[in-house]
């Protein structure tokens, strides 16, 4: 084996090397462990071929009366840097992965450009004997005349390592860069890549994005903000408006419960004031869905406390339960004089916060319509309550005891106090008789509302009852001592 090594070092050589490349190919990016180990054990098989053959990659080939293995003495110094070059490259290559398991592909770049330029640096300096100092000085020249050339696209690159040293954000995160926000699909030398809600893809230098700030709506993943600003006549009472806007935020059941719920006032205007309600969504795909049904539920508030954007005189003269009788759905099918009638019969009753309104099977002898403040809707799995969602302004109760004399399926308890109007079921009757769309509309709402319990209690995790020996052991009670 000495002997075969000393003959033919440069073909032994070269079978490591290619051995390395079919180990590294054939194993595939999921054996990323043992692909290193085997290179790293190739690699050293290649360093004992160099040093049972008598070559050294730090100095220059010992053999220059025979030129033939003169050259392939130098050929296996220079593999011999390179071949080290890529095994460091590798090793360090290994830790630069990120969160999400993508590997930081611009700062291993980076790193593998300035180890093989030290490689072919050292081989040139060690093997080929060659003025490493004039060289340097030469090319240190020409990078300062290259760089001044190329700042604003070095400036970029620098900053691409930085941000991906940092990892303020990584693929697949919704950022907003400067005020331009979509989900990051590339980060390159030069920029990072963002697609846009609207389908197009903004190109972001890395050094825009190294200096500029950096929202980042994926990090922490189990929860995102939602914000709504809604301009409001100055002429209104800041104190009306706030409050409205605080029923709407607890009216919006999609926010989640353990976070904080914010009104403020974020700027002042001779003719608005501008307030900026604030919440936070488990996912990003709800974030559009959930501001529009704030904004929808803070005008509502808004409206129920007599705040009003342009109506007609003839709307402003309505009293409250008129206007009423205008936002309810199920009421749309009656014609302006049976609205006018039934309005005219509607009784107010104020409540107060945690206050039953409708009792899980209670029989309602009246139609309750929510004027002002906030209801939770509750329906029992037959165990405990649990909240289905949360009513405001506009929405009724008790359509099961109007219909057919049945028992509400859900209990309603106020959370802020308010005001509700009622309607005694005997005022229906002549609608329900010769009206079938308004039946209609009172037999939908009631399945829609029997479709979301059962969706709710669907999503409960079952409890699954002892039976048996360990029933008897979970039932049994020991005598006290």
């Keep these: 084996m000495p002997t075969l090594l000393q003959a033919h070092p440069?073909?032994?050589?070269?079978?490591?090397?290619?051995?390395?490349?079919?180990?590294?190919?054939s194993l595939g990016v999921i054996k990323l462990g043992l692909r290193i180990g085997l290179r790293v054990g190739v690699f050293?098989?290649?360093?004992?071929?160099?040093?049972?053959?008598?070559?050294?990659?730090?100095?220059p080939p010992l053999w220059p009366e025979d030129a033939i293995y003169n050259l392939m003495a130098t050929v296996l110094g220079i593999a011999w840097w390179l071949f080290a070059a890529r095994t460091l490259t590798v090793i360090l290559s290994s830790g630069l992965t990120s969160r999400d398991g993508h590997t930081s592909r611009l700062l291993h770049e980076v790193i593998g450009a300035a180890i093989f330029l030290i490689a072919v640096i050292g081989a040139a300096a060690f093997v080929l004997q060659l003025p490493v100092k004039?060289?340097?000085?030469?090319?240190?020249?020409?990078?300062?005349?290259?760089?001044?050339?190329?700042?604003?696209t070095l400036s970029d690159v620098f900053s691409g390592i930085v941000l991906n040293t940092t990892k303020p954000y990584v693929l697949n995160d919704q950022i907003s860069i400067d005020g331009t926000e979509g989900r990051v699909v590339e980060i390159d030398w030069r920029s990072t890549h963002l697609l846009t809600d609207l389908g197009a893809t903004a190109v972001v230098p890395n050094s825009v994005a190294a200096k500029a700030k950096i929202l980042n709506f994926s990090q922490p993943g189990?929860?995102?903000?939602?914000?709504?600003?809604?301009?409001?006549?100055?002429?209104?009472?800041?104190?009306?408006?706030?409050?409205?806007?605080?029923?709407?935020?607890?009216?919006?059941?999609?926010?989640l419960p353990g976070f904080t719920r914010k009104v403020s006032v974020k700027s002042s205007h001779l003719e608005y004031n501008e307030y900026e309600l604030k919440g936070f969504v488990q996912s990003m795909s709800q974030k559009t869905q959930v501001r529009n049904l704030m904004?929808?539920?803070?005008?509502?508030?808004?409206?129920?406390?007599?705040?009003?954007?342009?109506s007609t005189a003839y709307a402003q003269a309505w009293s409250r339960s008129r206007r009423l009788m205008e936002d309810v759905r199920v009421f749309r099918s009656l014609s302006m004089e049976d609205r006018d009638r039934l309005a005219e019969h509607m009784t107010a009753v104020d409540y107060q916060a945690n206050e039953v309104i409708l009792a899980f099977g209670e029989i309602a002898d009246c139609l309750l319509i929510i004027s002002t403040g906030v209801v939770s809707a509750s329906i029992h799995d037959g165990d405990c309550f649990i909240e289905a969602g949360r009513l405001g302004p506009g929405e009724v109760m008790g359509e099961e005891g109007i219909l057919a004399d049945g028992r509400s399926?859900?209990?309603?308890?106020?959370?802020?106090?308010?005001?509700?109007?009622?309607?005694?079921?005997?005022?229906?009757?002549?609608?329900?008789?010769?009206?079938?769309?308004?039946?209609v509309a009172l037999g939908n709402l009631q399945h829609q509302r029997e479709d979301i319990r059962e969706a709710v209690v669907a999503k409960q995790p079952v409890q699954v009852k002892r039976s048996g020996f360990l029933g008897w052991l979970h039932n049994r009670r020991l005598p006290s001592a």
């Design 10 to 25: 440069l073909i032994v050589g070269a079978v490591l090397i290619a051995l390395d490349l079919m180990l590294w190919n």
């Design 44 to 59: 050293i098989a290649f360093c004992w071929v160099l040093m049972a053959a008598g070559i050294s990659p730090l100095q």
């Design 134 to 152: 004039g060289l340097l000085a030469t090319s240190g020249a020409m990078a300062i005349i290259v760089g001044l050339a190329l700042q604003s």
């Design 222 to 255: 189990n929860m995102h903000g939602v914000s709504l600003i809604m301009a409001i006549p100055s002429s209104v009472r800041p104190g009306k408006v706030i409050d409205a806007l605080e029923k709407a935020l607890q009216g919006t059941h999609a926010l």
């Design 295 to 310: 904004f929808d539920l803070a005008y509502r508030h808004l409206e129920a406390s007599g705040v009003s954007w342009g």
């Design 409 to 439: 399926r859900a209990e309603f308890r106020s959370i802020t106090s308010g005001c509700l109007f009622k309607i005694d079921k005997a005022m229906f009757g002549t609608q329900l008789e010769h009206c079938s769309e308004l039946q």
